[in-house]
């Protein structure tokens, strides 16, 4: 028996549903070709999820295709909702958004000859990567504001949370990583912070520098904090958690007395 399918076009199913990852269905199909309409949000340039290779899986590739088109039409899908970031998740305004675009959408199915009858294609699900973290940079915090770079592997584009010791049960969400490989944070110890403010108001005083040596004398060893050659050091211990997992954990220091001689 041969089969031969050629000039055929793919139908389109109603987007009535919120789809999210690991939904199934026509639909999935369907907002996939209209994705791959545009270069910019395109699922694959090759193979399954490719243009006329649409499935109707809803995997990462698609997901981070609707979150590319969730921000380059932010001012219709995100800003209305009060979101900063894109979602992957295709509800109300962003399926408004998708039909508008996808009315006179028609993509020809591809041309398969074949002796055999043809099995249908299954997706293959790509691995998901958890976070890793292999390096915090600098080690060493000498200031009261200081810019880390978290390096490691598995950062989402948007909406990784950074959570360390020192930031409470919530941590810092929203992070981006442009490479997925990097988090860059702004830091500020707690203690620190607290420690600068009390000094600030010695600040141009002759009472400052026996102030600052006050201060720092009377931070003691206890739950983070060790005294390490006269110094009181302070350990911070983060991990960063996105929507494929939890990482590991890595530790930076910081050094109390440099932090407070910068102010």
């Given amino acids: 028996m041969i089969l031969v399918l050629a000039g055929a076009w793919s139908t389109h199913a109603a987007l009535t549903r919120t789809l999210r990852l690991g939904d199934r269905g026509a639909d999935v199909r369907e907002l996939q070709q209209i994705l791959n309409t545009d270069t910019e949000t395109r699922i694959s340039e090759s193979g399954i999820g490719a243009p006329g290779y649409e499935s109707e899986y809803f995997g990462i590739k698609t997901q981070m295709a609707v ?3 969730q921000q380059k039409y932010a001012t219709e899908i995100l800003t209305p909702a009060g979101l900063m970031y ?8 962003t399926i408004a958004k998708l039909l508008t675009l996808g009315q006179s959408v028609v993509t020809p199915a ?7 009858p043809v099995a249908p294609v299954i997706p293959v699900q790509q691995p998901i990567e958890k976070p890793s973290i292999s390096s915090i940079s600098p080690s060493v915090v000498t200031s009261l504001r200081q810019t880390l770079t978290i390096a490691g592997s598995g950062f989402t584009p948007y909406g990784n949370t950074v959570t360390h010791s020192t930031s409470g049960e919530y941590g810092i969400g929203g992070l981006s990583s442009a490479d ?19 000094l600030l108001k010695y ?7 026996d102030t600052l040596k006050a201060i720092t004398g009377n931070i003691g060893s206890g739950g983070t904090v060790t005294v390490q050659g006269g110094k009181p050091i302070a350990r911070v211990v983060l991990n960063v958690k996105n929507q494929n997992g939890e990482s590991n954990t890595a530790s ?3 050094d109390m007395s440099a932090v407070l001689k910068s102010i």
């Fill in 67 to 69: 979150r590319k088109f």
């Fill in 86 to 93: 894109p979602t992957g998740i295709v509800a109300a305004r």
């Fill in 110 to 116: 591809p041309v398969v000859t074949s002796s055999l």
């Fill in 180 to 198: 997925g490989k990097t988090i860059t944070l702004d830091y500020t110890h707690p203690m620190a912070q607290s420690l600068a403010a009390e």
């Fill in 203 to 209: 600040k141009n005083t002759g009472q400052y520098s």
């Fill in 252 to 254: 930076f220091t910081v």
